[in-house]
């Protein structure tokens, strides 16, 4: 009886030891000494002279649109925007005002207002003027010199998009790669996950691409409703060369970050937009944008977006369009 009681103990242990051999390491954060070697390593200010104020835009080229719409096959249209979201919740501080302020028999009068385009809710597009690191914004502006709360953003600002952005969208749906409905909230999105979802899908994001990024907070907001605060799934900061490497454009997404380690929620977001001139559309819902993916097996397609024409501003509520 002991001797079998020994064998069973050595068995479970060997079991162990394999199990444990076979965990993967958990990912370490980024550490504040590293995110800010990056920011002199990996910058891109300057690759495009130094009077640009579009950023990783440069990168759609005429031919790059042109490869773009030649993606259109069936003429589905797909709307990457949440819908704008006119009362208060713990998900939504900063709520637009929304109000027909005239109806008469020629007509109806609306009124909306942003109180705060880069507030939690609408979805919206920032510009290269929304961000600074140490008083200075993308390609090396000061701050100071060219963001003031009476003149707007002389620099960077939302109308250098006016004749909008188009180019190839491709969406990274990580719940699908992982067969969740969604990621639950803390959930970090490393590299491994997005070459995974590309050896999957056999599509793989290049110069002048927009990484469509869904990790499923609509989902999970319409199963478990909503919350606030740092914990959103999102990328791990340890994305940030990649993004640098593969040249990536636009990153449209459901939420801006998650918390990680000593560095902010809002650490990848900032770095893409100020460092590497990646514009960013933040609060998208690509609920609908999943499903018609996924119907049709296609995970490109031609993405555009159109920032309101808004001189010196930073940022501009969007509608991005994907069109199959």
Not at 44 to 65: S, V, Y
Not at 72 to 81: C, D, F, P, R, W
Not at 148 to 162: C, P, Y
Request: positive net charge.
């Amino acid at each position: 009886m002991r001797h079998r009681l020994g064998v069973a103990i050595l068995a479970l242990s060997v079991f162990a030891v394999v199990t444990s051999a076979q965990r993967p390491e958990p990912h370490p954060f980024v550490t504040p000494a590293e995110y800010e070697a990056w920011q002199k390593k990996l910058s891109n200010w300057g690759r495009w002279g130094k009077d640009d104020g579009l950023g990783a835009l440069n990168l759609i080229t005429a031919a790059k649109r042109k490869a773009a719409a030649a993606l259109v096959k069936k003429g589905i249209s797909v709307s990457l925007a949440s819908d704008v979201p006119t009362r208060g919740e713990v998900d939504v501080p900063c709520p637009a005002e929304s109000a027909i302020t005239t109806v008469n028999g020629r007509g109806a009068v609306d009124r909306i207002a942003f109180p705060c385009i880069h507030g939690a809710g609408h979805t919206h597009i920032d510009s290269l003027a929304h961000i600074f690191f140490n008083g200075v914004m993308w390609n090396g502006y000061a701050a100071s010199e060219n963001v003031t709360e009476a003149t707007g953003a002389r620099r960077n600002s939302v109308l250098n998009m006016k004749n909008g952005i188009v180019t190839r969208g491709i969406l990274y749906d990580i719940p699908r790669l992982k067969s969740v409905p969604y990621l639950e909230p803390g959930t970090r999105i490393f590299v491994d996950d997005l070459e995974g979802w590309e050896r999957k899908t056999g599509v793989k994001a290049g110069a002048g691409d927009a990484l469509v990024l869904r990790w499923g907070r609509w989902s999970r907001r319409a199963a478990l409703g909503p919350w606030a605060g740092d914990t959103a799934a999102g990328l791990d900061n340890s994305v940030i060369p990649w993004l640098k490497q593969r040249d990536i454009s636009m990153i449209v997404w459901e939420t801006p970050g998650t918390a990680q380690g000593e560095l902010s929620a809002g650490a990848l977001h900032n770095f893409a937009l100020s460092i590497l001139g990646v514009m960013l559309v933040d609060r998208a819902d690509l609920e609908a944008l999943s499903n018609v993916a996924a119907q049709n097996r296609r995970w490109v397609f031609m993405l555009t977006v159109g920032p309101l024409a808004i001189p010196n501003g930073t940022g501009s509520p969007v509608n991005p369009i994907a069109v199959f």
